[in-house]
């Protein structure tokens, strides 16, 4: 029993990485999109979050291997393979997805702070960004574990107000079963689609995760490599679970309780709604738990935006030039009146754009024998990543197709 309680706690110490990738699946993104997906469409677009979860468990297990096994970031491995004119093409792709991540954010932090304190959304949005640059400098000085508990410590805040809901407002069950059957209805149901895939597949953090994995475990002699990836494996697998339970919570709570009520197509028309149809304690803990979303995925958006912008170009900036670049966008949004909520999902769908440019040389470096050795992908493992790569880019040409 002595040898087994030391293992759990051993195997225990060796999981977080996940945790701070898994994060930005639950970003207020994921708010905007689950809820409006929720309230429009009821269960019908549920198997698309069961999906994406799958997909994004995938994807993210490769990420944390090849970082493992390479002792080397995704975006270093792509910057070996590409000419320097490319490199800043690549490099400017990447910085174009981690500013649409920030506007989802900051977005999100701010609506919050309006909700709860009813401060105006740009000084929401200042303070939003402010404090995460308190997370990042936490990370500098502390260390990466001491982040990766504050990250989930957040991450666990985020899903009490749905839980709570939902205990208030069960889901019909047998329109839950329907909803896992692939289905659409019309071209708006496809948009979400795509904006649910972009806001659970997150390019950053295909990108960021392989850094995780590098960073806590170093440079990994081979006879740790096996069991390493097996606790990697697990770290994932829970991290991902709860990240995708909370996901169709929202959903099965907007589905359940706000479908057909006017202005649920907004965050602060669904805080609202779940105030007059649920709890107003509810509504609290859904502002509460929208804060704690934009406060912890902004910091490990920018901390993305520092992982790509290092290996693609290996040039660092100030954590404050860097928390710039991405804030400002936001901020200018707030600043002309652009409905937030609007501004959620579209920058959910530029992210589902972004995601094969971070698939494919993810999968193609993983099923690469030279770079991974005995850790290469299984014939069975890249078929399968190849495929997801293949839905996601039909679903997107799909999108383009039905919009023109």
């Known amino acids: 029993m002595i040898v087994n309680s030391k293992a759990i706690r051993s195997v225990v110490g060796l999981l977080g990485p996940a945790f701070v990738a898994a994060i930005a699946y639950v970003d ?9 997906a929720g309230s429009r469409y009821g269960y019908l677009l549920l198997w698309v979050i069961v999906v994406a979860n799958l997909m ?27 000419s ?3 490199r800043i093409s690549y490099w400017f792709q990447a910085e174009l997805a981690a500013v649409a991540t920030d506007i989802a954010e900051v977005l999100g932090g701010a609506i919050a702070l309006e909700l709860l304190f009813n401060l ?36 666990l805040i985020i899903p009490i107000g749905f839980i709570t809901g939902l205990v208030i407002r069960p889901p019909h069950a047998t329109s839950l079963l329907h909803g896992l059957l692939p289905m659409f209805q019309g071209q708006n149901s496809v948009l979400l689609a795509v904006g649910i895939l972009g806001a659970t597949v997150m390019p950053h953090v295909i990108y ?17 490599l096996s ?11 829970i991290a991902m679970l709860i990240a995708g339970g909370v996901n169709i919570a929202m959903l099965l709570l907007a589905a359940s309780a706000l479908r057909g009520v006017a202005s649920t197509d907004t965050l602060v028309g669904a805080h609202q709604a779940i105030s007059n149809h649920i709890s107003p304690v509810v509504a609290t803990l859904f502002a509460i738990g929208l ?40 901020l200018l949004i707030i600043a002309v009146g652009i409905d937030p909520t609007k501004a959620l999902i579209l920058s959910q769908v530029v992210l589902s754009f972004a995601i094969p440019f971070a698939i494919v040389p993810l999968v193609r470096a993983t099923t690469n024998k ?35």
């Open 370 to 404: 030279k770079l991974m050795g005995d850790f290469v992908n299984s014939n069975s493992t890249t078929i399968l990543a190849w495929s997801i790569t293949g839905v996601i880019v039909a679903l997107n040409v799909f999108l383009i197709v039905l919009t023109i």
């Open 291 to 330: 804060l704690a979303s934009g406060l912890a995925s902004t910091a490990v958006g920018c901390y993305a935006g520092s992982v790509v912008m290092g290996g693609l170009l290996k040039r660092q900036v100030s954590l404050f030039v860097r928390r710039l670049i991405t804030l400002v966008p936001a």
């Open 28 to 36: 207020p993104g994921n708010f905007a999109t689950n809820l409006s």
């Open 56 to 82: 994004a468990s995938l994807v993210q297990y490769l990420s944390a291997k090849l970082g493992l096994v390479t002792g080397q970031s995704l975006p270093e491995i792509v910057r070996e393979h590409l």
């Open 227 to 237: 069991r390493l990836i097996k606790i990697t494996r697990i770290d994932v697998g």
């Open 120 to 155: 105006p959304l740009i000084l929401g949005g200042i303070i939003t960004g402010a404090v995460s640059m308190m997370l990042l400098l936490i990370h500098g000085q502390r260390g990466q574990k001491t982040f990766e508990r504050i990250t989930f410590g957040l991450m």
């Open 84 to 86: 320097e004119k490319a």
């Open 208 to 224: 960021l995760h392989s850094a995780l994995a590098r960073d806590r475990h170093g440079k990994v002699e081979k006879n740790k």
